[in-house]
């Protein structure tokens, strides 16, 4: 998609750092915005400011992990304009603590925010984007801790892989469509979401070592990259179809060397007799293309 002006896009997180700032750059070009957030408040107020400067705007109030939430949000977006651009964003902090103590509820609100909604984002858009015969664009935000992970909080670093993990798939779905991808890969930017996380949590709020961790967080993430920054890559992708979104060029050396561990890592068949795997059958069999093989994906 080269144009985005006159285009609608639908944000989830729009209340809020990167959502919104991708909003505002989005909105700068021309672009139609629907602003969903689980924050009404919030919603309403960055709606307003928006709109201030002239962009047309829809402020929805949506938990992303409510299926009925997504078929109400969907038909106020479909009145407001044929969405073309979906950016599934809206995100939580997972906690800290060793993982065997880990509190199930958390963990499943987690991924509920961070990993699951992408299904219900898709449900309601990606198959009329598809229909349309339009050049859309989906934006997925996964985290650079989904290719470097730091030991922080497990709950957060696999559910940001598991965001990574459907778009790389559908990557190669969208591949025949006119539905183009992008994963935003951020590092670190000053954006909220230690007060969101500690706001929005569904059980008591982390005491300790756990609390005194969060608040640490949230002095380094303080100094982060300026979500405004991130918002503009984030069009600049959409208008040139790049999939990868990396921000943060700092990390390049420890993902070469995450990657070169792995690598490293591949020895010997375990059977020495084994042909090998057929994996041209294997795309076959799936009528589909897979990354790397014959330029294709
Ligand atoms: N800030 C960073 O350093 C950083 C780094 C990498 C990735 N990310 C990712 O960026 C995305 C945006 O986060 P941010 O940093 O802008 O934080 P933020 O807290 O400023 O914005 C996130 C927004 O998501 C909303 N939200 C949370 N749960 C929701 C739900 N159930 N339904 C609807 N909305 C909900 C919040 O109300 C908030 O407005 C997240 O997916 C996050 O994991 C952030």
């Given at each position: ?39 009404s ?35 106020a ?62 934006v ?57 996380t ?5 059980v ?34 959409i208008?040139a ?7 943060h ?31 041209a ?17």
């Open positions: 998609m080269t144009e985005v002006a006159g285009k609608t896009a639908f944000i989830t997180g729009g209340a809020s750092g990167l959502g919104l700032a991708t909003a505002r750059a989005l909105a700068a070009r021309g672009a139609s915005i629907v602003l969903a957030d689980i924050n408040d919030g919603v309403a107020a960055a709606a307003s400011d928006l709109a201030s400067t002239g962009a047309r705007v829809l402020p929805i109030t949506l938990d992303v992990t409510s299926e009925a939430g997504w078929a109400e949000a969907g038909e977006a479909r009145r407001f304009g044929p969405v073309s651009i979906l950016f599934s964003n809206a995100g939580v902090g997972g906690g800290s603590g060793p993982f065997e103590q880990y509190d199930t509820e958390v963990w499943r609100w987690n991924y509920a925010v961070n990993a699951h909604a992408h299904l219900y984002a898709c449900r309601t858009f990606l198959g009329e984007m598809k229909a349309s015969g339009e050049p859309g664009h989906l997925i935000t996964s985290s650079m801790v989904a290719i470097v992970p730091p030991p922080i909080s497990v709950a957060y670093i696999s559910s940001k892989y598991a965001t990574l993990g459907i778009a790389m798939a559908l990557r190669n779905e969208l591949a025949p469509t006119k539905v183009h991808i992008s994963v935003l890969m951020p590092g670190m930017s000053a954006t909220r979401i230690v007060e969101t500690r706001e929005l949590r569904p008591e709020v982390e005491v300790g070592k756990a609390a005194a961790t969060s608040q640490a967080m949230q002095g380094v993430l303080a100094g982060g990259m300026s979500p405004a920054r991130i918002g503009e890559r984030v069009v600049q992708a208008e179809d790049d999939y990868w979104i990396f921000t060029p700092e990390w390049k050396e420890m993902a070469e060397a995450v990657t070169a561990d792995m690598l490293a890592a591949f020895g010997p068949s375990a059977d020495p007799d084994y042909r090998g795997d057929d994996i059958g294997l795309i076959a069999a799936n009528g589909g293309r897979m990354f790397g093989t014959k330029g294709e994906r």
